[in-house]
C-alpha cells in the first residue's frame, strides 16, 4: 500500500484540532500532511505526530504540490470557493460543511451506513450534519429489519456545535452566574453574547441556524433532507425540532420511529447492540441510559430507552447521544478517508 498526503483545511478550528487528534490516534498511511486555515490564522504552529508544523494560508495555490485528499472544515463558503480547486489538481476532498450535502452528484457518507457511497465520487464527499450522523447510525439498522415509514427528531444539541463563540457564551454565561448569584440571569443577563440570540446558560434555545419561510429553522430541514439521502428514502415523511440546550459537548436526541412492519423489542434491542458504530446502554432498573459526558471523546453512537410508542401500532421510541464533534464531524470525516485509502 502506497503512502498518501493529505490536506486539512481549517485545521485550527474546534472540528479542524479534533481532526488531527483522531489522526494521530488512527495512524494511517499517510506519509505528508499540511494544514491551512484563514489568513487570520496562518502561522499558527501545531504540533502533529511528534512534529511541528506552521499552518498556511489557504489561497488558489495551496494544492498546486499535490495532494490525495482533504479534509474540509472552514465553512460553506470556504468550501464552495476552494474545494472544486483542489478537486481539479486531483485531491479527493471531503467536506464538513453543508455546501455539497445536497447536490445530487456528491455522496453523503456515514461510514457505517452507505459506505458503498464513497466511490460514487467526482471529487467530492459530503460528510452530513452532526445531528444526522449519529441518527442514521441507529435509524439503518431498524430500517433494514422493519422499513421505516416516519422519524420524529427532537434533538438537544450542544453548544459545541456553534462552535469558540457557542462555547464561549455558556462559559461567559456560567462565570456571570457565578459572580452575580441572580437565578434569573437568562432573562437579567448584561453580559456579552457571540453566538446567541439569548443566553444560553439555564436556558434552552428552540433555534438552531436560520428561520426558514416554512417556519422550520435550517438545521431541523437538514436534519430532514439529509436523512431522505443516506437512507435512500426521497419521500420519507420526517419532522424534527431541534434545540440547543446547555451542554458543552455531545448532542442528545429523541427519536420516535413509526415502522411499516411489526417488530419484536427485545430482537429490536438485540439488533442495535451487534450493529457496527453503536453502544446499547439501556437497562432502566439500574438506571442506566447514554448520557452527554458518556459520549464525549469516543466515536461511537449510544443509544438506550428503547421502548415501544403506544399511541400507534408500529411505533418505537430511543434515546441516542454521541460526541457531535468527533462522530459528528471529525472522525466522520477521517473515517471517510479511511476507507479511500482501503479502495485506493
Known sequence: MKDFKLAVVGATGVVGRTALKVLEEKKLPISEFAFFASKKSAGTKISF?????????????????????????????????????????????????SAFRMDSQVPLVVPEVN???????????????????????????????????????????AVSGAGRDGIYDLENGIKNFKESKDVNIAETSNYELKKFPYPIFNNCLPHIDVFLDNGYTKEEMKMINETRKILGKPNLAI??????????????????????????????????????????????????????????????????????????????????????????????????????????
Open 115 to 157: 459506505p458503498e457511497e464513497i466511490k460514487n465520487n467526482h471529487g467530492i464527499i459530503a460528510n452530513p450534519n452532526c445531528s444526522t450522523i449519529q441518527a442514521v447510525v441507529a435509524l439503518k439498522p431498524l430500517d433494514d429489519k422493519c422499513k421505516i415509514k416516519r422519524i420524529v427528531y427532537s434533538t438537544y444539541q
Open 239 to 344: 419532522t424534527a425540532t431541534t434545540v440547543r440546550v446547555p451542554v458543552i459537548n455531545s448532542h442528545s436526541e429523541s427519536i420516535n420511529v413509526e415502522f411499516e412492519n411489526d417488530f419484536n423489542l427485545d430482537e429490536v434491542k438485540d439488533l442495535l447492540a451487534h450493529s457496527k458504530g453503536i453502544v446499547l446502554i439501556d437497562n432502566i432498573k439500574s438506571q442506566k441510559y447514554p448520557l452527554a459526558t458518556d459520549a464525549t471523546g469516543q466515536d461511537k453512537v449510544l443509544v438506550g430507552r428503547i421502548r415501544r410508542d403506544f399511541s400507534i401500532s408500529k411505533g418505537l421510541n430511543f434515546w441516542c447521544v454521541a460526541d457531535n464533534i468527533r462522530k459528528g464531524a471529525a472522525s466522520n470525516a477521517v473515517q471517510i478517508v479511511e476507507k479511500l485509502i482501503e479502495i485506493s
Open 49 to 97: 505526530l511528534r512534529k511541528e508544523y506552521v499552518v498556511k494560508e489557504l489561497n488558489e495555490h495551496s494544492f498546486d504540490e499535490g495532494f490525495d485528499f482533504a479534509i474540509f472544515s472552514a465553512g460553506a463558503s470556504t468550501s464552495k470557493k476552494y474545494a472544486p480547486i483542489a478537486v481539479s489538481k486531483g485531491c479527493i476532498v471531503v467536506d464538513n460543511s
